[in-house]
């Protein structure tokens, strides 16, 4: 268990908060696209200026011009590039692999625009290829994909499966654990909503300090205070740090809180259920030792993410 543990921590140690987006706007058989990934993503691409635009390809378009820059002032590494179809289109396929080219766990949204008509697309590890259609999406495409979005995100990354896992390893029993799950899911909820309407909006690398930190808070609790009361009021404040997470998905791609929440939330309590029955048929000394293989990656994950 300690090294499976070891090895999802090791899968995903670039980042926790990994997200780029992008725009595409045709006229007519021309159309101009234009990529925006954040700096700290680039140190993990080789030769940028050439790889980013690559992981991205248009069906039955052909390249004319491209070009990249960074844009220390903003944050971001812009690439800019014009392509032009054979002729006039009206749905555009796209394949989008930028997970391969900068983490496992990086999310694009791609926003579309053609005479008026507006769609979008949302690529991850496991969906690199979509077709844009330009038609508004019906009511239940929306809550679908959205729903289905948010499930993926709240399981998209080592620390946030290693933060359930944790969680079920601080119930003490059953009943404690459902408490538990319902007060970290109202807490990650609360947050996502409240966080636009304050004044202090998180930097990325502060979510991903403060979700290490989530992790390594729990292992404490169960290694050195296994009968402390008031767990449940522990959980809901760590619900709202992993809320920041969604916050920041939220915003960048402009998704319906409800939809992604409610997605994240079902994902989060099937994961929830499949952990409880696996450590519930592993000896004591197993959780222990989980325990502190989760409090040694939640430090290191910590101080990693104060490095840079």
């Known amino acids: 268990m300690v090294l499976m543990f070891v090895l999802l921590a090791t899968a995903a140690w670039p980042h926790a908060v990994s997200f780029s987006s992008s725009d595409l706007t045709i006229d007519g058989v021309r159309a101009h696209y234009e990529l925006r990934m954040p700096l700290y993503e680039i140190s993990h691409v080789t030769s940028p200026e050439r790889t980013l635009l690559s992981h991205v390809r248009l069906s039955g378009a052909q390249l004319l011009n491209a070009s990249c820059a960074a844009h220390p002032e903003t944050g971001l590494y812009v690439c800019e590039a014009d392509y032009q179809f054979a002729a006039p289109v009206e749905a555009v396929g796209v394949e989008c692999t930028l997970a391969a080219a900068t983490v496992p766990n990086h999310v694009h949204l791609l926003r579309a625009e053609m005479g008026g008509r507006h769609d979008q697309a949302l690529f991850d590890i496991s969906f690199t290829n979509a077709t844009l259609r330009f038609r508004p999406p019906t009511t239940t495409e929306v809550a679908v994909s959205e729903s289905a979005a948010g499930g993926m995100r709240a399981l998209g990354g080592a620390v946030q499966l290693l933060f359930l896992a944790a969680l079920v390893l601080a119930a003490r029993g059953r009943n404690q654990l459902v408490i538990l799950a319902a007060m970290f899911l109202l807490g990650q909820a609360a947050s996502a ?109 910590f101080a990693l993410r104060l490095r840079g």
Do not use: M
Request: proline share 5%; hydrophobic share 60%; with cysteine.
């Open 193 to 301: 909503l409240v966080v636009p309407h304050a004044l202090w909006q998180p930097a990325p690398r502060f979510v991903e300090a403060a979700a290490a930190l989530t992790v390594a808070y729990l292992a404490v609790e169960i290694l050195l205070l296994p009968q402390a009361g008031a767990r449940w009021a522990i959980a809901a404040v760590l619900g709202a740090f992993h809320g920041l997470y969604f916050r920041l998905f939220l915003q960048t791609t402009g998704y319906h809180a409800g939809y992604v929440l409610a997605g994240a939330a079902l994902a989060e309590l099937v994961a929830i259920g499949l952990l409880a029955l696996v450590f519930s048929r592993l000896p004591r000394v197993v959780h222990k030792l989980s325990a502190c293989g989760l409090l040694c990656f939640g430090l290191a994950w």
